[in-house]
């Protein structure tokens, strides 16, 4: 069981900005893939993004070109830069560490994009 510490989320007006942070236990941080997930009401759990621990990166084609996933390894903390904000945005963000024993999840913050 990894802890996986989230925040960042809000109300958010259409077309604007929020960043996600997902702080991650030392000891499993470095060598992991990390990535954010997100959950719509009544929709299936998605991939949003995804940083290897080398820094290579994979988004959904829903948010390439506006969201940034990115990881400071000083801090042991993957971002997610989130612009250009649309109303299909709204969901649960989860973060994601890529275990060897399997997938490790945050609690989820709630992203609200409302005009």
């Known amino acids: 069981q990894v802890q996986l510490v989230e925040s960042g989320g809000g109300l958010v007006q259409p077309g604007g900005s929020l960043r996600l942070s997902c702080v991650a236990p030392?000891?499993?941080?470095?060598?992991?893939?990390m990535g954010w997930y997100r959950q719509a009401p009544g929709q299936q759990r998605e991939l949003v993004a995804t940083?290897?621990?080398?820094?290579?990166?994979n988004y959904a084609d829903s948010v390439k070109g506006r969201f940034t996933i990115s990881r400071d390894n000083v801090k042991n903390t993957v971002y997610l830069q989130m612009n250009s904000l649309k109303f299909d945005d709204t969901a649960v963000y989860y973060c994601?560490?890529?275990?060897?024993?399997?997938?490790?999840w945050g609690q989820g913050t709630q992203v609200t994009v409302s005009s």
């Open positions: 994601n560490a890529m275990l060897l024993s399997g997938p490790s």
């Open positions: 030392e000891r499993i941080y470095r060598l992991t893939t």
């Open positions: 940083i290897t621990s080398g820094g290579r990166t």
